[in-house]
């Protein structure tokens, strides 16, 4: 008993510890920094989008100060069929890819995720085997010619649809889910098809909203399927005429169709195309973020 009450309380572990008002501060400082880092290039990219001809030549870029609001880029943009019609095929083609790539992934990972399905030792090799080998432009090109889909909208969806690393995660989750739940199920009569509508995929919210936002923001920002495959630039979507209006400077058909006197700055458009790229994003992340280490991290490591 003298041993116990005379021995010293153990120490707490380095990361237990409450940090010192200089750690404290450092931490501060250092979070202060990264938060500059990310919010300032989209600060100037916001503001320059914002400004006005006179604005950008005294700035002579890139604008820093503010002087004076006016919305004459976004209203070119949205006055230009291109740009207008390039948005709605990102948002097309990004609504009914995920929709594809989600349903099809999730099909995929809970029949992999079962020992006794059909074929499953093959079919789990093959998606394995994904991860190493990639059959190379080429291949995938004679292919989407061949099958018919060259200029067509399909083109921007179907040879990405599923991702091997995304269905490799909804397994591992799924693999995690309780077998006793699954044969309880089964005991009061319900189908795999309700098994996984009814309870896996509500006690997959998580994951699944993840690998959702995955395709979603993938197939928004592609444009490389569609510098191949598309040839018609009224099918170009927004990632592709963000490359070479933004990153190659190659004029837009009819960006400068009619346009005379107070015409908003190239500089200015460029940017107004950037911040509607990024908006949708911006607009999902927020409510997706929560779920990123249960979704992806418990996802990958379970199973």
């Known amino acids: 008993m003298t041993v116990l009450a005379s021995r010293k309380p153990s120490r707490l572990a380095p990361w237990e510890e ?3 008002p200089v750690g404290r501060l450092g931490k501060g400082s250092l979070i202060t920094l990264i938060v500059v880092v990310i919010l ?3 600060y100037t990219i916001l503001l320059t989008s914002l400004s006005s001809a006179a604005t950008v030549n ?3 870029g890139l604008v820093l100060v503010p002087e004076g609001i006016t919305f004459e880029a976004y209203e070119q943009i949205f006055s230009d069929t291109v740009v207008s019609r390039a948005i709605l095929v990102s948002t097309g083609v990004t609504v009914v890819g995920t929709l594809i790539s989600a349903g099809v992934s999730i099909l995929g990972a809970y029949s992999l995720s079962r020992p006794g399905s059909f074929l499953h030792r093959p079919l789990l090799f093959s998606v394995l085997l994904m991860f190493v080998f990639f059959p190379g432009i080429i291949p995938v090109y004679l292919m989407v010619s061949g099958l018919g889909l060259k200029d067509s909208y399909w083109s921007l969806i179907l040879p ?9 995660v909804l397994r591992s989750f799924f693999m995690s889910i309780p077998g006793e739940v699954l044969d309880s199920a089964r005991i ?3 189908g795999e098809f309700r098994i996984l509508w009814r309870i896996v995929l509500p006690m997959s919210k998580a994951v699944t909203a993840v690998v959702a936002m995955f395709y979603a923001v993938g197939y928004w920002n ?3 399927n569609a510098m191949l495959y598309i040839d018609d630039t009224r099918k170009w979507p927004l990632a592709l005429i963000l490359r070479q209006y933004v990153v190659d400077s190659n004029p837009l058909p009819s960006a400068t169709a009619g346009v005379t006197g107070d015409a908003p700055p190239t500089l200015a458009i460029k ?3 950037v911040v509607i790229a990024v908006i949708p994003a911006l607009i999902i992340y927020p409510f997706v973020q929560r779920h990123f ?3 992806v991290i418990v996802g990958a490591v379970k199973g």
């Open 271 to 273: 940017m107004a195309i």
């Open 293 to 295: 280490t249960k979704g």
């Open 40 to 42: 300032g290039p989209l």
């Open 222 to 224: 592609a444009w490389f």
């Open 160 to 168: 990405t649809a599923v991702s091997a690393f995304n269905v490799v």
């Open 58 to 60: 005294r700035a002579g």
């Open 18 to 20: 409450r940090p010192s």
């Open 188 to 190: 009061d009569g319900a």
